[in-house]
């Protein structure tokens, strides 16, 4: 039996000097005995796969709507690949995986039904009760919002963890991390979640949206990652069949992982990182695609806002979403007797439009159609 020293030490033996060993977390808001048999890092990984908030991210958007069909990715197949592809990157740059399988497996708990409508919506009508960002509703959620505990609320998850869940980023996300040495840069574990998140949603939202019809082979013509497919699988065109589809896609996730772990590796060279606070002092980020790749991904990216996000469907279906939580949150605030009763108890706590936002940021695609169509349509029962 390997203890949870033995997996200290086994982390000094095989970590790289720039990756964050388990034993020296600063640790914990309020003090637990941990466990024999595994670091500070599995620990939370665990808490946090056992939320309320991370089950139902099963129902909540990442591009299609729940009930558009089974096969299309949700916020949490997309959790889920996230952590696989950092968990990969980790090993190969020789950090922590159970600190980046953590960080990606929070880093969308926050977000509301609907995807990035939902959070547009809440943030427009949050904007005058201290606004809604979903990375902050994650961090609210693992240090309040889940009630598992006697002692304390939330899961008090490590400092690193939260850390890496504030310091979230992508080209559409920007941390705020005032509480948590906002003068550093994330975490190398934490930037592998970001990009891993980045490389995801990227390669699946093509899949998906291949997959819908929505983007036809022939459109990505000219697109020089697609290109780079073909060939390499020996797809002259014409019809897509599913089996090439999933080999191209697997074929762009391994090209893109390849490029990032190289790329990275030699970011960590140049800079001569001796610890992971050395990381964190940089004016950059140490994991990072090569400028090649880095141009090939901006040109797919753009094409995928133009042809996919921007798709008719995709419109009215986020214009549907917007309305939906307007219309469920304005109703909430003008009479919020029609709130559940353990969700009026939170108004002393934490003031009326922050309760509702909480209750509707928790809410599936599927709970949030049914509550609407419960408070709005005539024939529907409450």
């Not at 992508?170 to 040495?181: G, L, N, P, Q, T």
């Not at 040109?299 to 939580?325: A, C, G, P, W």
Request: aromatic fraction near 10%; proline fraction near 3%.
């Amino acid at each position: 039996m390997y203890f949870r020293e033995d997996l200290e030490n086994f982390e000094d033996q095989t970590l790289a000097p720039y990756g964050i060993h388990s034993k020296q977390s600063i640790g914990r808001q309020y003090p637990e005995h941990e466990v024999e048999y595994r670091t500070v890092f599995q620990r939370d990984r665990d808490r946090i796969l056992h939320t309320t908030a991370f089950r139902r991210l099963e129902y909540k958007t990442q591009v299609f709507i729940n009930y558009e069909g089974d096969y299309y990715r949700t916020r949490l197949t997309h959790t889920l690949e996230v952590a696989q592809i950092g968990r990969t990157v980790a090993r190969a740059l020789g950090v922590n995986e159970d600190l980046v399988e953590a960080i990606c497996l929070a880093h969308d708990v926050g977000h509301p039904p609907f995807g990035h409508s939902g959070e547009t919506a809440l943030a427009r009508l949050m904007q005058d009760y201290g606004g809604f960002d979903h990375n902050k509703q994650s961090l609210r959620i693992v240090t309040f919002l889940e009630r598992r505990y006697p002692d304390f609320p939330g899961l008090n998850l490590s400092w690193e963890t939260r850390e890496g869940i504030v310091k979230h980023e992508s080209e559409y996300d920007v941390s705020f991390a005032r509480d948590y040495k906002p003068e550093l840069r994330a975490s190398i574990e934490a930037q592998i979640a970001n990009t891993a998140d980045e490389l995801a949603y990227t390669a699946h939202d093509l899949d998906d949206g291949l997959r819908s019809g929505m983007i036809y082979p022939s459109m990505l013509n000219g697109i020089v990652l697609w290109e780079i497919l073909m060939e390499n699988a020996g797809w002259k065109g014409g019809d897509l069949d599913e089996l090439t589809r999933h080999r191209m896609i697997r074929r762009l996730i391994g090209n893109e992982v390849t490029d990032l772990v190289h790329s990275s590796d030699q970011a960590i060279k140049d800079h001569q990182l001796r610890s992971a606070e050395d990381a964190q002092r940089l004016s950059v980020n140490v994991v990072v695609f090569s400028e090649v790749m880095v141009a090939r991904n901006r040109q797919l990216k753009d094409f995928l806002y133009k042809n996919l996000y921007r798709h008719h469907r995709i419109v009215r279906m986020q214009t549907k979403s917007e309305r939906i939580i307007r219309d469920l949150f304005l109703a909430y605030q003008a009479e919020p007797r029609m709130l559940p009763q353990h969700i009026q108890d939170s108004i002393g706590e934490s003031g009326l439009e922050r309760t509702i936002c909480d209750y509707i940021a928790g809410m599936t695609d599927r709970f949030a159609v049914d509550e609407y169509n419960k408070l709005f349509e005539p024939g529907t029962k409450p």
